[in-house]
């Protein structure tokens, strides 16, 4: 059987990567129309030698025996990605969403409510040089669990925990803290045109305080029990982490393509103005990337 990763950005790359080098079959599912084939891609790996592999990329809308899916695109993709290969998956296969930012998961969930949904955060630091070569750049911590309730009782998948997840029965605090992390992260870093690392000057220090401080607000009011501390702390030990790193943001930007604001900043706007709640730090960034 057969993973499927769908999404080949940079995480894409580097999971599917992973999951060959663990001696499990893996497919890359493409856009509907692209032709079937078997591509030489190359990760530069966090230590050692870079690794070449051939992978193979087949259409999603071609039915295939897949044991599970992996969902890497972006969050603003996620939904119109999955439709061609939900319209054969068998419902039985879980499919696993660990793309940044909330949202598209509960749309996702909502969608389709007979499937095996799971979720999951990746901190890891990756850089597609090109559509088939890819650094890791910073070891990060990995966590999924189930989102539906249906499948509370279903263990993890076995290639997941190959891939170094951990599992996780209240993935939404994961997704929460994930959240936290590309808050600070992100757009900051994708308004001025910085690595992660530079976040750690001091220079950013109240920036990051106060987005801290504003987040915690809105997580407290949305159930999360997330204190200003904790959040800051997780941002800037993920920062460190991944200090060389370009954040996924900066690098939508720098390509000229879509950002995942909206899943990120947005999202949070959103549940701010649902509990009444200011967020001036969250709204000026959202308003200067914007666009
Ligand atoms: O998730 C990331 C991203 O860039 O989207 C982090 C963890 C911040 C790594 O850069």
């Known amino acids: 059987m057969t993973v499927g990763v769908l999404g080949a950005g940079a995480l894409g790359q580097l999971l599917a990567h992973q999951l060959a ?17 078997q591509i030489s891609h190359t990760l530069h790996p966090l230590n050692g030698p870079e690794q070449r592999r051939s992978l193979t990329h087949v259409a999603s809308d071609t039915p295939l025996p897949l044991s599970l899916v992996l969902v890497l695109t972006k969050a603003q993709d996620c939904l119109n990605a999955l439709a061609p290969l939900l319209s054969w998956l068998p419902e039985s296969v879980p499919v696993v969403l660990l793309h940044n930012g ?3 998961q509960q749309a996702a969930a909502e969608r389709w409510p007979e499937r095996p949904w799971w979720a999951g955060s990746l901190s890891d630091g990756a850089l597609a040089l ?32 190959q891939l170094g997840f951990e599992y996780d029965a209240e993935v939404m605090t994961a997704l929460w803290q994930k959240l936290t992390v590309n808050l600070l992260i992100n757009p900051l870093t994708a308004r001025d045109r910085v690595t992660n690392g530079t976040l750690l000057h001091r220079d950013y220090l109240a920036t990051l305080r106060q987005l801290a401080d504003e987040a915690a607000a ?12 904790a959040i800051l702390d997780r941002a800037l030990s993920v920062a460190s982490a991944t200090a060389n790193n370009r954040s996924s943001m900066l ?13 990120i900043t947005g999202y949070l706007l959103q549940q701010a103005r649902r509990y009444g709640l200011p967020c001036p730090g969250h709204q000026a960034l959202y308003q200067q990337l914007q666009g």
């Open 130 to 161: 090109n559509p088939h070569t890819v650094r890791h750049t910073g070891q990060g911590t990995r966590r999924a669990g189930p989102l539906s309730v249906s499948v509370q009782a279903m263990a993890m998948p076995a290639p997941l925990a």
């Open 102 to 104: 909330l949202g598209p």
């Open 218 to 229: 809105v997580g407290q009011a949305s159930g999360h029990a997330d204190s200003p501390a």
């Open 251 to 263: 690098q939508d930007i720098e390509a000229g393509r879509p950002t995942e604001l909206d899943a």
């Open 21 to 37: 080098a663990a001696d499990l079959s893996v497919t890359l599912l493409r856009r509907p129309g692209t032709t079937d084939r």
